[in-house]
């Protein structure tokens, strides 16, 4: 599978390593923009921390 | 060449965009070309980001190395941010490629000698080797160093 990046101006054709090609067909159409994808980063961060919060939170509740 | 992504950039490698500089990132990854590095503290995130890519989770678990900061720092506002800039510094790195260049986050040109780029702007110089010095002494006008590979033109 290919994948095209714009690159300084240059158009660069490339083979995608069998991993990311995986998960282009997984994705399908499921395109992401640079926010989404910070915002997508940010709430699992969010999520884990609450995850590791949540036995001190217990014990103080 | 040394360089820590952002978890944003595996994200955006996994989607297949039109335009996609991020899976051009992690393809010279596979290839051997760049070398990732990550921190101990990074593969747990990883692993919440991708949960759903374990092919890509493989690949980073496989190809990364991992470098261990002895030292814990808080210099961007953004607390998360700081692991990857902790192994940065540690290694040395010469890249910390990331998309999240928004003020409070890594909003320097630099952190020493790890200059922040995002995938857009890291490019190979138009006449040779010569390129990364003057790169390093001009961090404001990035000229990157590693696109432009034989196999991709």
Known sequence: MNATAIVGGKVVKFVLPPALAKAHQRNATRIMTDQEAVDFVETKRRRLALRRAKPYLESRS | ?153
Request: aromatic share 8%.
């Open chain 2, 1 to 153: 060449m040394k360089a820590v992504l952002d978890t944003c950039i595996l994200k955006l490698a996994s989607r297949p965009n039109f335009n996609n500089p991020a899976a051009l990132i992690v393809k010279l990854c596979w290839d051997g070309l760049l070398e990732c590095w990550a921190s101990p503290a990074m593969p747990e995130e990883c692993s919440a980001v991708l949960a759903d890519q374990p092919e890509l989770l493989a690949l980073v678990q496989d190809r990364f190395q991992v470098g261990y900061p002895l030292v814990e720092l808080d210099c961007v506002q953004h607390e998360p941010d700081n692991r990857f800039m902790e192994c940065a510094l540690a290694i040395d790195a010469d890249y910390l490629v990331t998309v999240n260049t928004a003020r409070g986050h890594f909003d320097q040109p630099a952190y020493g000698r790890s200059r922040v780029v995002t995938p857009r702007n890291l490019r190979e110089p138009s006449d040779g080797a010569g390129d990364a010095a003057q790169t390093l002494n001009h961090p404001h006008q990035p000229t990157g160093l590693i696109y432009g590979l034989a196999p991709f033109k």
